[in-house]
């Protein structure tokens, strides 16, 4: 009951929004309707804590240690996200860069995107998580392009023609799933329930899978932006609303690698080997290696923290192919922390160029005595995104690390390399932006801006108490997960 | 009669009709053609009238024309009587037929087409070279579409010697084969090119711009004329022959019987005039296209023939 | 209808949709890409429901008359509605010259069909032999949406990338199962309109649907 109630909240929202996305209260309606959103993920899980994962509709949606506490960050993510696009959309409103249908759009459109996450997440059928993974893209799609400047709608226009056909060839591994699958389960629903397959995972055609899973890989790899397939991810991200960019980075690069993740499981299953998972090793290394060179080179602030969400979508891509129970519990981790931190930095960045009216990172300055908590907000941000201790993506990344030096001691050398460069970029380029001496022209240009400093306070509080203690429902989650997966 | 006789009287009777109906079907043709565009027609056997005069006109010849102008004309005629004994037009049961195969057949219209170019640039005038060089052009794409367009109907029926395909086309039942549907699109689309008609090259004009083997052979005259015409006719005859061979070869006699040859003949007779009518509806409909879309012509007929042998391979 | 019949129908409805294929990439008019682009739909259609007919399943039907209606009727008129809004020159530019990128389909085709050849192997239906064809059918698209450089063509190529899809899952399973189709079928429509309005941003913005003039984007500017 909890989960079409959670699902509904959103669905009901965007509709509600629909119609009054341009009034005034329409920001706290979306406030409102993230918050119970939130509430009653949480009564989802701590249903889930107490009485185990579960099976409902028929078999339509299911709950288990793994979706459940991604839904919650959702959940979670998508309200506080909302409280900072309040007087985000409202300043871009009194400076005249969105109109009214737009407002109305844009309301309406989080709302959906946030039930077509939810959907993906808590869906047990293989067919209906692709089109909800469809449905997020095409809800944002028209949300990058909100702005209609040229660049914005070439922005889009990538986003949704290479996120179109990268995530068709998933439907097609769906097709060649449901193709082994029919032949153990019988035709039907029935066939393509993650709950039944993965326990029937060991007696599905291997060969079928395999090549099923080089779809689903080349499919739901787009998504989540992992190299070579990545072009369409800093511009989608970098030209839309920052409130967009935040969820896009946060959370649906997050849904994506979940639905890799578990066709990764089955196939893992049917092979009897860990071929998937090399080929998600591969796939997450160049990713963190190629994008951490990038950073280096970038000179929008947006983009640069895109291909930062490229690099860590990298770190965990690889920790789930490398296996392991340290490993997954690490890449489990990982993805939490990022979308915390990574949303976190969004925020601030969105407010950092509102001041300055810019999204050039030269001509960002002196952050720290134009707005002091954005100033500190991105510091703290970049700090913990980078892996300094004592925040939580500390703890992942040396999780995956250790896995690293055991399993694939080989890798172990690149991937401190990815970290060191992308470290080094990001600081070398945050710096100045934070405490770096403003120019006259600068310091001109820097407007007063009404922000909202409470969900980027709330996000690095969590990330900091994860790296200091995991609590105990977290970790148990986790290990259930870390089981599922194996 | 014993039975290689018999065959050999086939034989015999079958290049006889090739060399004597030839110009009946190019008559036939330009009738219809004539009737289609609303125009009186010289009759069905102008044709023949035609190649009449034009064997006891003089022969002009070129000053520093070589030998292999004067040779041309006779070798471009023998390799085209030449290919109508091999390709089974009443009979599939010709002997020399088994000598050559459908590559052997292919190579016979290349050697033809060989003599006639080079003729063509041995008279040293501007327009037989260039019309040369189209001919070549044309040529080396029409020829590779041809092979394999032959290829895939040689996979369907087993075989590459003609007589033997059409054998087993005869005697086995009616299916759909997307193969060879396909094959016969790309055929359909090589015969226009090879024998020269509209939308390809048009057999009839004499304009400057636009000829392709009509430049080529400007320069012959009295009997070397005639049997370059001739050729011509018996070369449109051939491919129409081939296609019936090769996709509905239904009613041709297997045997030497002649009640089979009578069959034979009068189903040959109603095909290949279908063939006129469909040869003039195209030709009124469509108009010749620029010699720079030729290549995409013959790319059209290259891929579908490479489709029909994918398809064989894939849906059958 | 005989079972042979009804195979023979089915693969020579197949070779049609190669066909509807290469002549999506080999055609120079937009128009002229539409009628091929309606008639891969209606020999798609045709097939889903000669095989929903065959093996007795009537769930086919009901997406057998989907792809009619969206695939032959909604999307070639929306884009037919669209082209002449916006008066779209009538002549497609290509990026590579169209006997090459016959030669790539070509090459796409067979690779497509050692791809599927495990399949094809495992499988008892009557349709195995097309999933080679279905899977060429969606790499034909992604051929021509890397090939052409227009707004439209790429649609199109999309569109066609998601038949061949939809016969893949014909071909490989008799379908998916009606819940999930129903689904696609809607996505697909909502991408409809998305482009829809993609054309009137694109075109305002930059005054012509060629794509070449969306090359602003790049990390280095």
């Known amino acids: ?486 | 009669m014993t039975n290689s006789s018999s065959s050999i009287i086939v034989e015999c009777l079958q290049v006889a009709t090739v060399v004597f109906l030839a110009p009946l079907f190019t008559g036939w043709v330009r009738l219809l053609k004539c009737r289609a565009q609303a125009r009186t027609s010289a009759g069905l056997l102008q044709p023949y009238r035609d190649i009449y005069k034009l064997f006891f006109k003089e022969v002009a010849l070129a000053e520093n024309a070589s030998w292999i102008f004067r040779f041309t004309p006779y070798m471009v005629f023998g390799a085209t009587v030449m290919a109508g004994a091999i390709i089974p037009v009443i009979s599939t049961r010709a002997p020399l037929s088994a000598t050559a195969d459908i590559i052997a057949l292919v190579a016979i219209f290349a050697l033809a087409r060989f003599f006639s170019a080079l003729a063509g640039m041995d008279a040293g005038t501007a327009f037989g070279g260039m019309g040369s060089s189209r001919e070549m052009m044309v040529a080396s794409l029409a020829e590779p579409a041809m092979l394999m367009s032959v290829f895939t109907i040689s996979l369907v029926n087993r075989s590459t010697s003609l007589s033997q395909m059409t054998h087993v086309i005869v005697n086995s039942p009616i299916m759909l084969r997307p193969s060879l549907a396909f094959a016969l699109l790309a055929f359909a689309l090589i015969a226009i090119a090879e024998t020269g008609r509209i939308p390809v090259d048009n057999p009839a004009t004499h304009l400057e711009l636009t000829m392709i083997h009509e430049a080529m052979c400007l320069e012959f005259s009295g009997r070397h004329l005639a049997l370059i015409e001739w050729a011509k006719g018996i070369k449109l005859l051939l491919f129409a022959s081939l296609g019936i061979a090769l996709f509905a070869p239904w009613g041709m006699a297997t045997g030497g019987t002649l009640q089979s040859l009578v069959i034979s003949y009068v189903t040959l007779t109603a095909k290949l005039a279908v063939i006129g009518v469909a040869i003039v509806l195209i030709e009124t409909r469509l108009a010749k296209m620029r010699i720079f879309r030729v290549p995409e012509f013959l790319g059209a007929a290259f891929l579908l023939a490479t489709l029909g042998m994918l398809s064989y391979f894939m849906l059958e | 209808m005989s079972h042979e019949l009804a195979i023979e129908i089915n693969s020579l409805l197949a070779a049609l949709i190669l066909l509807t294929s290469f002549g999506l990439l080999v055609q120079r008019r937009v128009y002229g890409l539409l009628h091929i682009f309606a008639w891969q739909g209606v020999f798609l259609s045709v097939s889903t429901a000669i095989v929903g007919y065959s093996a007795g399943l009537n769930h086919l039907y009901i997406s057998a008359a989907m792809t009619l209606v969206i695939k032959v009727f909604a999307l070639p008129y929306i884009l037919y509605v669209l082209i002449h809004k916006l008066r779209i020159k009538k002549e497609v530019e290509d990026m590579v010259n169209i006997p090459t990128t016959m030669l790539i389909g070509i090459a796409v085709v067979i690779f497509s069909y050692h791809l599927t050849a495990p399949i094809r192997e495992l499988s008892t239906l009557m349709t195995r032999s097309t999933l080679a064809v279905a899977l060429s059918t969606v790499l034909l698209g992604l051929l021509m949406m890397i090939t052409r450089k227009k707004a439209v063509t790429q649609i199109i190529g999309f569109l066609a990338l998601e038949n061949g899809l939809f016969f893949a899952a014909t071909s490989a399973t008799y379908g998916m199962p009606l819940v999930v189709e129903l689904g696609v079928a809607l996505d697909i429509l909502i991408a409809a309109f998305i482009f829809g309005m993609f054309f009137f941003q694109i075109r305002t913005s930059f005054d012509s649907l060629d794509l070449k003039e969306m090359e602003k984007l790049k990390d280095l500017d």
């Open chain 1, 1 to 486: 009951m909890t989960l079409i109630a959670l699902l509904s909240i959103s669905l009901v929202s965007a509709v509600v929004l629909a119609f009054i996305g341009d009034k005034r209260y329409a920001a706290e309606v979306n406030i409102l309707g993230g918050a119970a959103t939130f509430a009653v993920s949480l009564l989802l899980g701590a249903e889930v804590y107490i009485s185990g994962p579960f099976v409902i509709a028929n078999g339509f949606f299911f709950v288990d240690a793994l979706n459940v506490y991604l839904a919650v960050l959702t959940a979670f993510v998508s309200m506080t996200t909302a409280i900072f696009s309040r007087p985000y959309m409202r300043h871009e409103r009194e400076i005249g860069r969105v109109g009214k249908t737009a407002m109305r759009f844009y309301h309406a459109m989080y709302q959906l995107f946030i039930f077509a996450m939810l959907l993906a997440l808590l869906t047990n059928n293989v067919g209906v998580l692709w089109i909800s993974m469809e449905l997020a893209t095409l809800s944002t799609v028209l949300l990058v392009s909100l702005y209609r400047t040229p660049s914005s709608i070439e922005a889009a226009w990538k986003y949704f023609i290479l996120c179109g056909v990268g995530i068709a060839q998933a439907l097609f591994g769906t097709v060649l799933l449901y193709f082994a699958a029919e032949k153990v389960l019988g035709e039907g629903s029935a066939a393509l329930q993650w709950t039944n397959l993965s326990r029937v995972s060991g007696q599905l055609e291997p060969t079928v899978l395999s090549l099923a899973f080089i779809f689903f890989m080349i499919g739901y790899g787009t998504k989540v932006g992992l190299v070579p397939l990545h072009n369409w991810l800093p511009d989608a991200h970098a030209e839309g609303p920052t409130p967009i960019s935040a969820v896009l980075s946060g959370l649906l690069l997050n849904i994506a690698l979940y639905a890799l993740v578990r066709c990764k499981a089955l196939v893992d299953g049917a092979t009897h080997g860990n071929k998937a998972g090399y080929i998600m090793m591969a796939f997450g290394m160049v990713s963190l290696l190629v994008s951490a060179f990038s950073l280096l080179r970038q000179k929008d602030i947006k983009r640069m923290f895109s291909y930062s969400s490229i690099e860590h979508m990298g770190i965990a891509a690889f920790a789930f192919g490398l296996g392991g129970s340290v490993a997954t519990f690490g890449a489990l981790l990982h993805m939490l922390v990022h979308s915390l931190t990574k949303s976190a930095i969004f925020f601030t960045v969105g407010h950092a160029s509102q001041i300055y009216a810019t999204q050039q990172m030269t001509r960002i300055r002196g952050l720290i005595r134009a707005n002091g908590p954005v100033g500190w907000g991105l510091m703290l941000g970049v700090a913990a995104i980078t892996g300094m201790p004592p925040f939580g993506v500390f703890t992942s990344e040396f999780l995956i690390l250790t896995a690293t030096i055991k399993d694939a001691p080989i890798m172990s050398p690149f991937f401190l390399l990815g970290l060191a460069v992308a470290f080094a970029a990001l600081f070398k380029k945050t710096m100045p932006m934070v405490f770096g001496e403003a120019g006259e022209s600068a310091r001109l240009s820097a407007h007063s801006i009404k922000v909202s400093d409470s969900p980027v306070v709330i996000h690095m509080l969590i990330v900091l108490s994860l790296g200091l203690y995991l609590p105990v429902f977290l970790s148990d989650w986790f290990h259930a997960a870390v089981r599922l997966l194996r």
